[in-house]
């Protein structure tokens, strides 16, 4: 009979000493809840300020009149000029003062040489997507933005005239070509 | 309504008859506000570095090599009879140099024009003094292989006159140094985009020319040049330049044109071109090509630079020979000119060495033992300008030893009255203060 009692006496116990944790926990945890759920703001999500920059925009140096032709007629042909006939091509192009005009002599006296290595009219026309592809890699080193295809795809698929050697020409003209 | 209308015409016919001629072909808003006195201007830099007394003084190896001879050996431009013996400037004969070259002109550029007997030359370098020629101004900190600081007569003719890049030229000696970097200045608001077309045509027609520019393709301007100037175009447009401009004189497609035309012609003519009678040296050939330049473009501006007599560095004997041989290019020069339709009797000539040389020898002797010189000493300061054409009076003398009337830097605003824009360039602010028309001190 003193066992059961004991028995109650403990349960009893027990009951109260949980009840108590119980009122503890939540003492604890409400003004936790209140700070986190009752006070919670909108969050803001921010990204770090970045300047975006067309892919082109990182050749900030002007090639001289020596590395515009060496890199030139590598394009080109598809292998290095001489020393010999770089310094000679080099002072035709200072003996010209209108760059433009030199550049224009030079790249067409170069087209003129039965070693130029171009792809034929038949195989540009055959996949204009691939073409364009390589020649911006060929001559600026990167491959076109979607709207730059676009233009290309376009333009040569509308004019018939147009062939590789014109592309090729235009690129060697162009400001981009005269940065590294 | 009618006299309405008829009054609201003729408004706008007189606004526009006022309005019309200072609206230029190159877009700028006023036109040159003087009278021109000529509509081209040939000038030579004459020589690179001439003594007086080779030169005006006539004194031929007297006053150099202690040699009692005297004489003119620059007969197409002065008055005075040539050396008689010693003869060494000539053409080879039974000796070298011995055959002197035939006058080429029937009667002298100091009879027909104005002689500045003694002009001060601001500089005693070849580039100090041809900046002060086409700067009009002495910028004595400038160094070599850079770029004019002040702007040139080419970019002031280009600018104030609204003359297109094909009608102004600068026909150098060679590339070596300063040479090919004055065609334009780094002038703010000036610059390339007023600059000369430069050639050099020894090296553009030489054999490096040859081998490398010759076999140029001429692309037809439509069916071939549209569109690869179409595609370029679209290329520059997407390229964001964050590195610096790309220089250029902006030559129009069309004159680009006529500029490649005139390479092809050059090339085809395989050298058989306008050269004097005599050319054996780089400047005759030089001004060989500069004639076909004048032939082929009728340029309002064309600059010359000569620079063979700089051998008197160390070679008194090939100084007097280059001396000789400007002399004759310099008569063929206005020569040709007058052969030359748009350019007869419309054209003047201005004719100026850059500096002088000194008054004593340095130690190199040449081949006949004859002392050189160099271009340091006060002598140096010491030159002459000649101007000949029309509305320059003729025969006419300023000037003396001990009496200097001039300077080159008065060269620069000389061209500017000449071609009608002198208020222009006088008011920039940017020529020397000293520097005046040459007209003004007649």
């Known amino acids: 009979m003193k ?17 108590a944790v119980r009122y503890l926990f939540l003492f604890i945890l409400f003004p936790f809840l209140i700070t ?33 032709i060496a890199i030139l007629y590598a ?23 209108d760059k433009d005009l030199v550049h224009e002599v030079l790249i067409s006296n170069y087209m003129n040489k039965p070693s130029v290595v171009l792809p034929t009219n038949e195989d540009m026309r055959a996949d204009v997507d691939a073409f364009i592809t390589e020649t ?23 004019h018939p005239n147009v062939r590789p050697e014109l592309v090729y020409f235009s690129f060697a003209l162009s400001n981009e070509y005269q940065y590294y | 309504m009618k006299r309405r209308g008829f009054i609201k015409k003729a408004a706008t016919a007189t606004a526009g008859a006022f309005v019309v001629p200072y609206i230029l072909p190159s877009g700028r808003l006023f036109a040159a506000t003087g009278a021109q006195l000529a509509q081209h201007v040939v000038m030579v830099m004459f020589a690179g570095g001439v003594r007086q007394q080779e030169s005006v003084e006539q004194t031929y190896l007297s006053q150099s090599q202690g040699i009692p001879i005297e004489g003119n050996i620059m007969y197409n431009m002065l008055d005075g009879t040539a050396p008689t013996q010693k003869i060494v400037y000539g053409t080879d004969g039974n000796l070298a140099g011995d055959t002197p070259i035939p006058q080429i002109l029937g009667s002298t550029i100091q009879q027909q024009g104005t002689l ?11 580039y100090g003094g041809m900046n002060a020629l086409l700067q009009g101004n002495t910028l004595f900190s400038q160094g070599l ?46 610059g390339a985009a007023y600059g000369a077309n430069f050639l050099a045509p020894n090296v553009t027609f030489g054999s490096q020319g040859i081998e490398h520019l010759s076999d140029a393709k001429i692309y037809h301007p439509e069916e071939e040049l549209d569109p690869i100037y179409q595609m370029k175009y679209f290329l520059d447009n997407n390229f964001e330049n964050i590195g610096g ?60 630079n000569l620079g063979a007599v700089d051998a008197c560095h160390s070679d008194y004997t090939s100084y007097l020979k280059a001396l000789h041989r400007a002399d004759h290019a310099v008569g063929h020069i206005w020569n040709q000119i007058q052969q030359i339709p748009e350019m007869a009797g419309n054209t003047i000539m201005m004719v100026t060495p850059e500096c002088g040389r000194n008054l004593t020898p340095n130690p190199i002797k040449d081949e006949n033992d004859w002392l050189a010189f160099d271009h340091s000493d006060a ?41 009608g824009f002198k208020a222009d360039v006088m008011g920039t602010g940017l020529i020397s203060s000293t520097a005046q028309s040459l007209f003004d001190r007649i």
């Not at chain 1, 292998?79 to 002072?91: G, I």
């Not at chain 2, 500045?116 to 070849?126: D, L, P, T, Y």
Request: aromatic fraction near 10%; include cysteine.
């Open chain 2, 379 to 419: 002598n140096t300061q010491r030159v002459f300008t000649q101007m000949v054409g029309p509305n320059v009076p003729a025969n006419l003398v300023r000037g003396g030893i001990g009496n200097q009337v001039g300077e080159t830097a008065d060269n620069c605003p000389t061209i500017a009255e000449i071609l």
């Open chain 1, 3 to 19: 066992n059961v009692e004991m028995k109650n006496v403990r349960r009893h116990s027990r009951s109260k000493q949980s009840f």
């Open chain 2, 245 to 304: 401009t790309i220089e250029t004189i902006y030559n129009t497609e069309e004159e680009k044109q006529s500029i490649k035309l005139f390479m092809r012609e050059m090339y085809n003519l395989g050298g058989n071109i306008a050269k004097p009678p005599v050319s054996d040296n780089g400047d005759l050939s030089t001004v060989g090509y500069a004639v076909e330049v004048m032939k082929w473009f009728k340029p309002t501006l064309t600059v010359v």
């Open chain 1, 136 to 158: 911006y890699n060929r001559f600026l080193v990167r491959n076109p933005t979607e709207a730059e295809r676009q233009f290309f795809k376009n333009y040569i698929i509308t």
């Open chain 1, 75 to 97: 394009n080109l042909f598809q292998t290095a000029l001489s020393s010999d006939n770089l310094f000679e091509a080099s002072e035709c192009v200072q003996s010209i003062g």
């Open chain 2, 145 to 190: 292989r850079q770029k004019p600081i002040n702007p040139t007569i080419f970019e002031y003719t280009r600018r104030h006159l609204g003359a297109p890049a094909s009608k102004v030229w600068f026909v150098g000696n060679g590339i070596g140094n300063s040479t090919p970097l004055m065609n334009y200045s780094n002038h703010p608001d000036y």
């Open chain 1, 36 to 68: 986190t759920i009752g006070c919670e703001k909108d969050k803001l999500y921010e990204v770090n300020e970045e300047t975006l920059l067309p892919p082109n925009a990182n050749k900030t140096k002007l090639k001289s009149d020596q590395q515009y």
């Open chain 2, 116 to 126: 500045f007997r003694e002009v001060r030359s601001s500089h005693a370098g070849h």
